[in-house]
Nanobody, 125 residues
Framework: QVQLVESGGGLVQAGGSLRLSCICSGRTFSMYAMGWFRQAPGKEREFVAS????????DYADSVKDRFTISRDNAKKTMYLQMNSLKPEDTAVYYC??????????????????WGQGTQVTVSS
């Protein structure tokens, strides 16, 4: 069984930065492609960023490209999302996800098998 736990969310002013972490309890963490999604109130959960098993391939939503950076440390079984130049429209619950069916980055929510409980990010204007 795999468990994912996010941390690092909070309240920040526009233009500020936050770093989200996702710790995985699975023994085969290094085999998973992983991703970050977010969900704002009244909206569908949307793709933010994804990373392959080695960290050598990444993908970003257009809305966060050049502001957010996804990375992972397989030795620590941890994935990160560095968020810079935050905007009020980045306000959402951010979810960590892991896929055991693909080792490639994916934007498709249904490619992911495990999800964390989410961490709230609020950006004030």
């Amino acid at each position: 069984q795999v468990q994912l736990v996010e941390s690092g969310g909070g309240l920040v002013q526009a233009g500020g930065s936050l770093r989200l972490s996702c710790i995985c309890s699975g023994r085969t963490f290094s085999m998973y492609a992983m991703g970050w999604f977010r969900q704002a109130p009244g909206k569908e959960r949307e793709f933010v960023a994804s990373i392959n098993w080695s960290g050598g391939s990444t993908d970003y939503a257009d809305s966060v490209k050049d502001r957010f950076t996804i990375s992972r440390d397989n030795a620590k079984k941890t994935m990160y999302l560095q968020m810079n130049s935050l905007k009020p429209e980045d306000t959402a619950v951010y979810y960590c996800s892991a896929s055991i069916r693909t080792n490639l980055p994916s934007r498709t929510r249904h490619d992911y098998d495990y999800w964390g409980q989410g961490t709230q990010v609020t950006v004030s204007s």
